[in-house]
């Protein structure tokens, strides 16, 4: 029931306020029950790790090319041109297990140089290629 005070005519109006209470009491049961009925997402990765780890792993034989600045390839310390780099990754693709190639480019290469290197690398078919010393483009701060 509602009761109109403050009106100083004496005549019975029409209350056109609706009362919200219920509404809003149902729209929090909805609400409750919504957050109630939704599963827990589970972020999970599924991994097939091995059962039997080898007990004694070999380590990869590594082989590190480095770019200077000027393009000058070296294939473990040793200054070849791109031939040369080309029959050594020749080579290194036919062995039974590939070595791993780390590619090490001087700060102020030209990324063409860099592009080249591992564009040979794909053509001839080496799989396990890698770009190492990215430390050196971090921002001294």
Excluded: C
């Excluded at 039997?52 to 990869?60: D, Q, R, W």
């Excluded at 600045?69 to 062995?95: E, H, N, Y």
């Amino acid at each position: 029931m509602a009761m109109n005070v403050g009106s100083s005519s004496g005549e019975n109006e029409v209350m056109v306020e609706m009362n919200t209470t219920p509404l809003i009491d149902v729209m929090l049961v909805l609400l409750i029950m919504l957050i109630i009925t939704i599963p827990v997402q589970t972020h999970a990765v599924k991994l097939d790790l091995p059962i039997n780890p080898p007990k004694n792993p070999t380590k990869p034989v590594v082989v590190d090319i480095e770019l200077d600045f000027d393009g000058t390839i070296t294939w473990d310390g040793q200054q070849v041109d791109r031939d040369a780099m080309d029959q050594k990754m020749i080579q290194a693709s036919d062995l039974d297990t590939q070595p791993e190639i780390q590619i090490r480019p001087n700060k102020l290469v030209k990324y063409k140089y860099v592009a080249e290197v591992l564009a040979d690398a794909q053509r001839i078919g080496l799989t396990k290629i890698g770009v190492v010393g990215n430390e050196q483009y971090i921002a001294d701060q």
